[in-house]
């Protein structure tokens, strides 16, 4: 199959080890992307150290080889790229965009997670101990999921003004994020549910930047009887070498795609090779959580 346009991501955290959701995820992101003859990165959002596991990075990419995966070029890290982080952020910060905010947890208690705009006028200094702030316009964004349809958010009243480097000096997610994909060339983005109504501000980010719009593809989240997410903080066990076949199968059946039982006596390479023929991303669940009470 000729080689498309295409350019997909998997792009794990590690602070721990790779778990069953982020397996979906990652065939999700690896089938939607071969099938149609893409290409696909690795990229380790590394931006908070002291919350990394040590030996994680190598671990999560030990188990994507013994999974059968295959990756595009070579596998970059957010951690290598505050430079570029930070030229954003001052130009931002000399063109009034964003601003200085001294506010600590305990005063923003109460507000819902929405920031009320105490520092936005105050113009602090915005050298030290200060975390960064994007204003946001009282606008609705909205745009189609291709799995869970229509999404919209008013940042200014859902959201507020948010942060886009911390108080500690570490960049935050939605910036690096924005950035890292445009860079890469990334056109389809293909994650976990979890991040839905983070997408409106990174479409925001991506307008000031005058980035183009990825098309956006959000797996349900895989969670256990408890009502709880499969997480690394969730201390969820590290997907086992020898079972590498059988959970694909499984994710592949998360996924809605109708494999058949026999792949679980099959190579990892042969299930992933199947699941490339065979992949309907029409067939996925339209649910922001799947229950899975095997795990």
């Known amino acids: 199959m000729p080689e498309s346009r295409y350019i997909g991501r998997f792009a794990p955290t590690p602070s721990g080890y790779l778990h069953f959701g982020s397996l979906v995820a990652a ?8 099938a149609v ?23 999560i990419l030990q ?18 790229r505050g430079e570029a982080y930070e030229a954003v952020i001052q130009q931002w910060l000399l063109s009034g965009l964003a601003y200085a905010c001294t506010c600590s947890r305990k005063q923003l208690e109460g507000t819902g997670g929405i920031y009320p705009g105490t520092c936005r006028n105050a113009q602090h200094d915005w050298h030290g101990d200060v975390a960064i702030r994007i204003r946001v316009p009282e606008l ?4 189609i999921d291709r799995v869970q349809g229509e999404f919209r958010q008013h940042l200014g009243r859902e959201v507020g003004d948010f942060i886009i480097r911390r108080r500690d000096g570490l960049f935050a997610y939605q910036l690096a994020v924005v950035l890292d994909d445009a860079w890469q060339g990334v056109t389809d983005i293909v994650r ?8 409106p501000r990174q479409l925001y980010l991506q307008e000031l930047l005058g980035i183009a719009h990825p098309r956006y593809l959000h797996v349900p989240l895989i969670i256990q009887p408890d009502g709880h997410k ?13 079972q590498a076949a059988p959970l ?23 299930v992933l090779d199947w699941g490339i023929a065979h992949w309907d991303a029409g067939r996925i669940p339209r ?8 795990l």
Do not use: I
Request: aromatic share 8%; proline share 9%; with cysteine.
């Open 192 to 199: 976990g549910a979890d991040l839905l109504d983070n997408t």
């Open 230 to 242: 499969l997480g690394k903080s969730y201390r969820s066990p590290p997907l086992p070498a020898e």
């Open 140 to 143: 609705e964004y909205a745009f």
């Open 287 to 294: 649910s922001l959580t799947l229950e899975d009470a095997r």
């Open 63 to 80: 188990t994507l080889e013994r999974y059968g995966f295959e990756w595009d070029g070579p596998v970059e890290r957010q951690s290598s």
């Open 37 to 59: 003859g893409g290409r696909w990165l690795v990229r380790m959002e590394d931006l908070a150290p002291p919350r990394e596991m040590p030996g994680a990075q190598d671990a």
């Open 27 to 34: 065939v999700a992101s690896y089938l939607d992307a071969r």
């Open 248 to 270: 694909l199968v499984r994710a592949l059946r998360a996924l809605g795609q109708a494999a058949p039982q026999a792949l679980v006596h099959c190579t990892p390479r042969e």
